[in-house]
């Protein structure tokens, strides 16, 4: 079983950026694929972005590709959003999420899930 934790969130201003982060622990993380998730107050939760369990492959909605990047560190158990150029159409809570090897961009295809982190961006 793997437990996620996203930290990294907070507010900043438009044009800013941000980098979360979603530490993970158990020994079978780097089999696991890792999503982004995203949901705003009053709207339903929404794929962001995933990087699959080898890192050679990425999604990304349309609504952040070019500004978001997602990586990961194995070694360390961690997969990293980098977000620039920030809207305020991009706060919400983020939550990553786990499922064994290939990406999805569905949320019923991931296993686990982490609490989340407030990403508040101010105009």
């Known amino acids: 079983q793997v437990q996620l934790v996203e930290s990294g969130g907070g507010l900043v201003q438009a044009g800013g950026s941000l980098r979360l982060s979603c530490a993970a622990s158990?020994?079978?993380?780097?089999?696991?694929?890792v999503g982004w998730f995203r949901q705003a107050p009053g709207k339903e939760r929404v794929f962001v972005a995933a990087?699959?369990?080898?890192?050679?492959?990425?999604k990304y909605a349309d609504a952040v590709k070019g500004r978001f990047t997602i990586s990961r560190d194995n070694a360390k158990s961690t997969v990293y959003l980098q977000m620039n150029s920030l809207k305020p159409e991009d706060s919400a809570v983020y939550y990553c999420?786990?499922?064994?090897?290939?990406?999805?961009?569905?949320?019923?295809?991931?296993?686990?899930w982490g609490r989340g982190t407030q990403v508040t961006v101010s105009s």
């Open positions: 999420a786990g499922r064994l090897l290939e990406v999805a961009h569905e949320s019923g295809e991931y296993r686990n």
């Open positions: 990087i699959n369990w080898i890192g050679s492959d990425t």
């Open positions: 158990g020994h079978i993380f780097s089999t696991y694929a």
